[in-house]
C-alpha cells in the first residue's frame, strides 16, 4: 500500500518551489512524512506545544516559516523538522510537492510536501515548540465512518469543522485538509467533508 501511494503520489511532481517574494504574503513549508511498512503505511505528525505563538496544542505536520537563509521552501521544511524533530534531511527522500494553500485563521500559504522516511529513526523533540509526536495509519485515514464534526470557535461565532480521532489526538484544519486532499487525489477514497462557507481571507475552504 505504501508503494502504491507513492507511486500515486507522482501526479504531484516534486518541485524546490521558490517563496512568492513580491506578494506581500508571508510563505511557510510543511513536510507530510510517510513511514512503516508497505502493508501498514504511516503519517507522521506533531502536536504543537503550548508554548507556540499559533494553534497551541493542535495536530500539525513538522515545518514553519521560510527564511532568508533558505534556498527554497523545500529546505524549509527540511530544516524546520530538523529543528522540531531531529531528524536529518537525509534520512528522508522527497517524493512530491503538494499544491499551496492557507491554513484556517491564519493570512500565510504554505507549501505542503510529501517525503518517505528510509529507515528506522529517533525522534528528538523541541519542547518549546513541540509536545509530541506519533505516527497515524493511513488505513485509519481511510476509514470515512471515522469523521465526524465539532464546532470549533472563530471571532466569537461558531462553526462545524470536520474532524477525526486518532489515540489521544484530534486531527482538523489545515492539516486534515491537506491528508485528505491528498488521499482523494491519489487513492480515490472519495472522502467529501463539508466545511462552512469562507468567512474572510483564507478563513475556510471545502474540502
Given amino acids: ?39 501498514d503505511p504511516r503519517v507522521m505528525l506533531t502536536q504543537r506545544s503550548d508554548n507556540v505563538s499559533h494553534h497551541r496544542g493542535e495536530v500539525a505536520f513538522p515545518g514553519g516559516m521560510w527564511e532568508d537563509s533558505d534556498r527554497d521552501l523545500l529546505a524549509t521544511a527540511l530544516r524546520e523538522t530538523h529543528e522540531e524533530v531531529g ?3 537525509d534520512w528522508v527522500k522527497p517524493l512530491a510537492t503538494l499544491p499551496k494553500t492557507s491554513p484556517t ?16 529513526y529517533p525522534t528528538v523533540l523541541q519542547p518549546a515548540e513541540t509536545a509530541a509526536v506519533f505516527r497515524m495509519p493511513i488505513r485509519h485515514l481511510m476509514e470515512v465512518e471515522r469523521y465526524d464534526y465539532f464546532e470549533a470557535t472563530y471571532q466569537g461565532d461558531r462553526y462545524p469543522m470536520p474532524y477525526i480521532d486518532y489515540d489521544r489526538f484530534r486531527i482538523w484544519g489545515f492539516t486534515l485538509r491537506v491528508l485528505v486532499d491528498m488521499l482523494n487525489a491519489s487513492m480515490a ?15 475556510f475552504e471545502e474540502v
Avoid: W
Fill in 1 to 39: 500500500m505504501l508503494e502504491t501511494l507513492i507511486q500515486n503520489l507522482k501526479i504531484f511532481p516534486l518541485s524546490r518551489t521558490q517563496p512568492d517574494l513580491g506578494s506581500g504574503v508571508s510563505e511557510a513549508a510543511v513536510l507530510v512524512i510517510l513511514c512503516g511498512p508497505d502493508n
Fill in 105 to 120: 485563521r491564519r493570512p500565510i500559504v504554505v507549501t505542503p510536501f510529501v517525503a518517505s522516511m528510509l529507515g528506522e
Fill in 189 to 203: 477514497v472519495n472522502i467529501r467533508l463539508h466545511y462552512p462557507e469562507r468567512h474572510g481571507v483564507g478563513m
Fill in 87 to 89: 531528524l536529518q534531511s
